[in-house]
């Protein structure tokens, strides 16, 4: 199968996420002491380059989203690093971050509730033009119905409410609402997870030509493997919390050494009804966040574990002889 990868400019990383880890306390008795913690981001590292998409992957519940919310510092850190063009952004002051927010914007999954419902199309969009720049109310007009043509809305939409949008006609309002401050790093989270099959790869087609027009740096969240095949120039396999494999789009679909990418490449649907492949079906449910299994954490659900995979944790090393190809596994370690 042939791969569709964009021309971009791999010369610098725009974003650097060093160790993040991002822990939720529980909390019990009458003095709410914390007693545990959900490790829902646990130590992840990785880098995107300036131009690139990044597609971050994993199945429900492994950290992916809270991952993506923790380097925007949507959410506070429990600890780690996240540089953008170079600059530390948990150290920035108040008014640092605020200027962070026009470079760094997200679309979310669910577009409805991400949308004021008392707001017209217009004052959405124009809210964050209002909050971040200082332009004339006719300058913000014109930027606004500029935006909205980009993304595909009419000018007759400005005064609709969001819930007088189709599902793709919302997804579509909150990227004009994230594209209208010209940010230079987006993330797409689950962009088109809830919107209809029929219009999704619209959607899909419209992110690839607006990375283009604005040059945008994506780091796309989501756990359907044919979009992440179909828009992403490298991916990174996450579980419980951690990264498992990192490469190439390409790479990875060809060539995936980790058990856990192979499970979940097993399970795509091939276009093709005469074709056959194997499907790994994975053993027991997933460890909680909450106690990780010590070792290797996937090995409770690999059929290949060894003793050395309940005892020792495997770092992401670098395997690949032409191209970069990262793995934490034991079973690939010389």
Same mark, same amino acid.
């Given at each position: ?41 646990? /130590?992840? #590292?990785?880098?995107? &380059? $300036?131009?690139?998409? +990044?597609? %971050?992957? /994993?199945? #429900?519940?492994?950290? &992916? $989203?809270?991952?993506? +919310?923790? %380097? ?176 190439t789009t390409e790479e990875l679909f060809n060539n995936p050494r980790h058990p856990y990418t192979n499970a979940l490449l097993s399970a795509v649907p091939i276009p093709d009804p005469e074709a056959r492949h194997k499907r790994i079906i994975l053993s027991g449910e997933p460890p909680t966040p909450i106690n990780p299994p ?41």
């Open positions: 199968m042939s791969f569709e990868v964009l021309e971009v400019n791999l010369m610098e990383s725009i974003l650097e996420v060093r160790d993040l880890k991002k822990h939720f306390p529980i909390k019990a008795g009458l003095l709410s002491k914390q007693v545990a913690a959900v490790k829902a981001t646990d /130590g992840v #590292s990785f880098t995107i &380059k $300036t131009g690139e998409t +990044l597609g %971050l992957v /994993g199945e #429900s519940g492994c950290g &992916k $989203t809270t991952t993506s +919310l923790t %380097l925007l510092n949507l959410l506070d850190p429990t600890s780690g690093e996240v540089y953008f063009g170079g600059r530390n952004i948990f150290k920035m002051s108040r008014k640092e971050r605020q200027k962070l927010r026009r470079e760094m914007q997200i679309v979310f999954q669910d577009p409805f509730s991400s949308l004021n419902p008392r707001m017209t199309c217009y004052e959405l969009i124009e809210e964050p033009l209002v909050i971040n720049h200082h332009l004339k109310k006719s300058q913000r007009k014109e930027r606004v119905l500029q935006t909205m043509k980009k993304v595909g809305l009419l000018p007759e939409d400005i005064y609709k409410y969001p819930h007088e949008f189709s599902g793709g006609q919302r997804q579509r309002l909150g990227i004009a609402r994230a594209l209208i401050v010209e940010p230079k790093f987006l993330v797409a989270d689950e962009p088109v997870s809830s919107i209809d099959v029929s219009v999704r790869a619209q959607i899909l087609n419209l992110i690839k030509d607006l990375r283009k027009e604005f040059n945008l740096t994506i780091l796309l969240v989501s756990h359907d493997l044919c979009v992440v095949r179909y828009i992403c120039d490298r991916v990174a396999v996450m579980y419980l919390g951690k990264l498992v494999e990192l490469a010590p070792g290797c954490r996937f090995h409770p659900r690999c059929e290949y574990a060894k003793p050395i995979c309940a005892e020792v944790e495997p770092t992401l090393t670098n395997i690949g002889t032409v191209n970069e190809h990262y793995v934490a596994c034991h079973l690939e370690r010389k």
